[in-house]
Every structure is written in C-alpha cells, then in structure tokens.
C-alpha cells in the first residue's frame, strides 16, 4: 500500500484538516475574549504557538495510533513513519522559529515596542468606513472619525495624529501595519459606521501596527441622540486597552447630549467647512445647529470658524468682510460662554482678537489653546501666521515647523514655513515648501509662487522667476508676465493691461505687485479698502519685500498705519522686530537694514 493511501485509511488528512478548522476558531475566540479581560499580549502569542504545536502532534497521533475493526491499536513502525516524524519535526521547528525570531517584536529585542521607531503612545484613528450604501452619509461617518479623533486626543500622554494626515489615506485601502508605519504610529484605530434614521451601528477595533493584531474590538448599537457617549465609550475603551502596556488611563468627562437634528446639522457643517467649499452653506448649516440647541458650544465655535474662514474665500467688500468678523466675534463669545476651556473656543477668541489689531491677547488666547490641546492643529497655523504678521519671523518659522510636524499633510502649515522663509530670505526653505504644497494641491502653490519673484524684485532674477511660473501654470505665469515688468518699472511695460489684470488677483497678491512698484499712495489705497484680515498683514507684505517695501517703512504715512493698525503698542509691549526701533515714548523708526533681514 502507498503512503498516500496508508495516511488516508488511518484518515491523517481528515483529523489534520479537522484540527486546522477548530483551531482557528479557538484563536479568533480569544483574539476577541482575551483583550476583553486585559490578557498581556504574550498570553496570546502562547496560545498560537500551543495551537500550531498540536497540529503535528495531532497528525502524529494519527498515524501511530491505527483504528481497526479489533479496535485501536498501536503502531509507529509502519512504512512510511520516518517521513511522517521528519515532517512534524520540521514543523515544530518552523513554530518555534516564527515565535522567537520571526515576529518584528522579537526582532528587536523588545515585545512592547510595537514598531520601529514609532512611539508606544502614538496612535492613528483611520477615516470610518461608511456602510450606509450611500455616499451622501459621507459627512456621518467623517464626523465620527473627526470626534473619536478630538476625544482620544485628551486622553494624558497619548499622541493622536492629526485628522489632515489620517484623512490622506481614506478610501484607498491597504495593509493596516503598512498605514501605521507611514503615519509613524504603534496602534490605529479603524472601524465602519452604518446609519438607519436614528439609528446607528458602530464598529471599531485597535490595532496593533507591528504585528496587525487586533488588540480590541467592538460593536455598538445605539440612537443618534447618544452619539457622544458613544464616542466617550469608544474612547475610554481603548484608553483602558491601553493602559497596562503604556501606562495611559482615560478619564473622558462627559458630555451633554445633544439634539440629533442639531448634530446633523453640524456634521454637515464640518464637512464643507473642512474641504473650505460652499462656506455659505457651511455656515447655514451651523446656524441650524445653534438654532436648535442653544448650548451646543461645538456649534458656535464652528460657525464662529467658518465665519472668519469666508474672508478669504468668497470674494467680499469692505463692509461684508467687517460684518462677518463680526458674526464670527459674537459666535466666539457666544462658545466662550458655554465653553471656556476648550482649545477651539480659546483659538476662535484669539482669532476674534487679532482682527481688532489686539496681538497681544490674540497671543495668548492662541497659547492657552495649544497648551488645553497640543494635538490640535488649526490653531498652531493662526498662532504662526500672527508672529510673521507683527515680524517675529524666526518665531513664526519654528512655529511653522512643529505645525508640519505635528500634521505634514496639512498644506496650509507648509503656506506658513514659505512666508516665514521668504520673510528671512531662506530661499532654500521656500523652495521646499513650494516643492510640498506642490505635491500636495498643485493648485494652492500657484499662491506661493505668484508673488514669490516679487519678495525680491530684483530684475532679471525675478524674471526667470516669473518664466519658471509660467512652465509650470500658464494662466498664472502669462498674468505675471504681464504684471512684472509693471511692478519693476520696465518702460516698455503695459500700462493699461497691468491695471486690469490686477483687478484679477486676491487682495494679498495685489499688494505685493503695488509695493514692488514701491506705489505707496496705491498701497496705503488699496489696504485701506480691504477688511482687518489684509490689514493685519501691512506690516509683513512690506517687511518682507527687499528692498522696496524696506525702504517704504520709513516713510511717515506708512509709520501712521503701523500706529493705527495696532503694531507698534504690540511692539512697545513684547519687543521690536529686526529693523525697527523706538525712539523715544513717542516715536520710533523702522525699514533699518533693508538690504537685508533675517
């Protein structure tokens, strides 16, 4: 008889395939029991290695032990067992060398570092899949990914990656441990959301990055109106998952329910706010929110938001533009009222602030908010535009770094790095974050590049500048072509279609080409026709203009804008920016040194 024949008359294949299936049952059990009872990691790993141990014991025993008609008898000598015994053997030693040196957490030496490199308290909440089966239900699954994120993020001593970095990845898939190790994680969160009216289905389940194992799952079934204890629960679940292993405890303070319209309301809110489309609408939708629950202060702090947003993203006049700040400024008071400690009513207030010239509290309400919530991105982008807007360009720069740091795919962080860099004449650093904002929204560098031949009007320099702009965007190269050799003051240079096609550019861009021309009655026209936003960048747009706008700072019509525009009390208080200095209680001079500033 042969081998094959023999091993299936003593049914080897049958109890070997039976001991495959009920195996890995018995592991996807306790996958689920053991964290359920804070079971360490390694108790895990011993139950796969006994697992996989017993499949050639099993197949062993089912050789040697016959069963006949006379009952079971034994016999290990039968032709064929020496190949039998090789092969168990070799599979014995396979399991153990898979244990010992073939996971990555005995690799290096240490079973609770997760991954290379990544640090244990770091951790990633990935975009929730929405299984609603329509796309529409986008913005609930987006804002539950959004507030799991803000909740886990004050969780003491655990490090949440930031929501622009994560949402980079949604929709496209891929290995769980592959996605960690880019985002530079230990654990990631993933999960789905399926909602039925008001009704939803929540899963979610932690992951841990080195090994793709599943640390924690569950399933929840709740109403709409519980959502935030959902998220709270969710939260504090996976803090206490953690806690053994680093050390990390959840206290989550709970919150107040909330009316499930309101929140609605508001998740729509967040999603256009977020993708910086149909603000309008967005602040519709907020106002809905506010409408009907009153002390929803994550409501008004949005809406508040989306309200200072709109300024630089929907064409406006003077008065819209002050209407709106001003909108924004009472829905701040308004969430600072309801909520005065949170990281977004502080950054909304420093917003409010900054665009009544009032720097120094502007400042500190931005510092109170990084210090409620480090993870929270928005505002250290605020809190970097405003020390570039009053000089403090090395400070705005470091700012801008541990922005891009904190949330590299955020673009407008690497917006920050560039007017800091050109504002120092690191021309090396604008570069690079042209080259980033490049990669991630070509559309938003064409920003950067278009007054960036400006920043140093120097001649043929800032024409082959011009020239590379054009190779790269057309539309927006052909309308430099036509504006720089106005703004350098080229004879030959169109007059009357470099007055049109200034009529084209953002505000911000429109004063770049004005200072070039070193047009200061056209400048200081222009900037009194614009909203506070623009006007808290007088300063800085002529700062960082060499030598043209340098050598505008001295003149005193501009010094009367610096007192009126709130720079100068902010610099008798926190100190003087390179090139300007006090003379005196009363008066002070600036445009010192201005070939070149550092």
């Given at each position: ?336 009222a309801l909520a005065p400690d949170s990281a977004e009513t502080q950054h909304i207030l420093g917003n409010a602030a900054r665009e009544h010239f009032e720097y120094r509290t502007a400042e500190q309400h931005y510092l109170r908010s990084i210090a409620i919530d480090p993870s929270y991105p928005d505002v250290r982008e605020d809190y970097s535009e405003l020390l570039y807007q009053v000089g403090r360009m090395q400070e705005s720069s470091i700012a801008a770094r541990e922005l ?48 960036y031949p400006l920043s140093y009007a120097r001649g043929d320099e800032a024409r082959r500048d011009a020239m590379a702009i054009q190779s790269r965007h057309s539309a927006e190269g052909k309308l430099v072509q036509v504006l720089l050799p106005w703004a350098l003051g080229d004879p030959d240079a169109d007059e009357g279609a470099a007055r049109e096609a200034v009529q084209a550019l953002p505000a911000m861009d429109v004063a770049a080409f004005l200072i070039a021309r070193r ?80």
């Open positions: 008889m042969s081998l094959i024949s023999e091993l299936k008359r003593r049914k080897v294949f049958k109890i070997g395939a039976a001991y495959v299936v009920v195996a890995w049952l018995a592991i996807q059990a306790v996958s689920i029991a053991f964290p359920a009872f804070d079971a360490p990691p390694w108790v895990l790993r011993v139950f796969i290695l006994v697992s996989l141990l017993g499949f050639p014991l099993a197949v062993v025993m089912a050789w040697v032990f016959d069963v006949s008609p006379t009952g079971v008898k034994f016999d290990p000598d039968v032709r064929g067992s020496k190949r039998i015994y090789a092969a168990a053997s070799v599979l014995v030693v396979l399991a153990l060398g898979w244990y010992f040196y073939g996971q990555p957490t005995f690799r290096k030496g240490d079973p609770e570092t997760p991954v290379a490199n990544a640090d244990p308290h770091t951790i990633a909440v990935l975009p929730f899949d929405n299984m609603s089966g329509d796309p529409k239900q986008d913005y609930f699954s987006d804002g539950m990914t959004e507030q799991l994120l803000d909740v886990l993020a004050k969780v003491p001593g655990l490090k949440v990656v930031a929501r622009t970095s994560v949402f980079q990845f949604k929709g496209k898939g891929g290995d769980v441990r592959d996605l960690g190790r880019k985002l530079g994680v230990a654990y990631i969160v993933e999960g789905s959301v399926r909602r039925d009216g008001e009704q939803v289905r929540i899963t979610a389940q932690l992951v841990r990055v080195s090994d793709g194992f599943h640390v924690w799952s569950e399933t929840y079934d709740r109403k709409l109106e519980s959502v935030f204890a959902l998220q709270d629960d969710i939260a504090g679940r996976i803090g206490s998952t953690l806690q053994k292993s680093l050390g990390v405890s959840a206290v989550i303070p709970a919150r107040t329910p909330v009316d499930p319209m309101a929140y609605d309301e508001y998740l729509k809110g967040r999603a256009l706010l977020r993708a910086r489309k149909d603000l309008p609408g967005a602040i519709a939708h907020f106002e809905v929110a506010v409408a009907k629950a009153p002390t929803f202060a994550e409501g008004w702090s949005s809406l508040s938001l989306a309200e200072d947003a709109i300024y630089w993203y929907v064409p406006l006049d003077r008065t819209q533009a002050v209407d709106w700040l001003a909108q924004a400024a009472t829905a701040a008071e308004r969430a600072e891009t740091a904190l949330d590299p795919y955020f673009i407008v962080g690497w917006f920050r790095r560039f007017d800091a860099a050109v504002a120092r004449d690191d021309r090396a650093e604008a570069e690079l974050s042209i080259g980033r904002m490049r990669e991630l929204d070509p559309s938003f560098a064409i920003f950067a590049a278009l007054d047009d200061i009655a056209g400048y200081l026209d222009h900037i009194d026709n614009v909203g506070p936003m623009d006007q808290t960048y007088f300063f800085a747009t002529m700062y960082r203009s060499r030598p043209a706008g340098q050598s505008m700072l001295r003149d005193p019509r501009v010094k009367e804008k610096l007192v009126d525009y709130g720079f100068v009390r902010y610099w008798r208080e926190k100190g003087w920016p390179q090139g300007c200095r006090p003379l005196g209680e009363a008066d002070f001079e600036c445009g010192l040194n201005a070939a070149k500033v550092s």
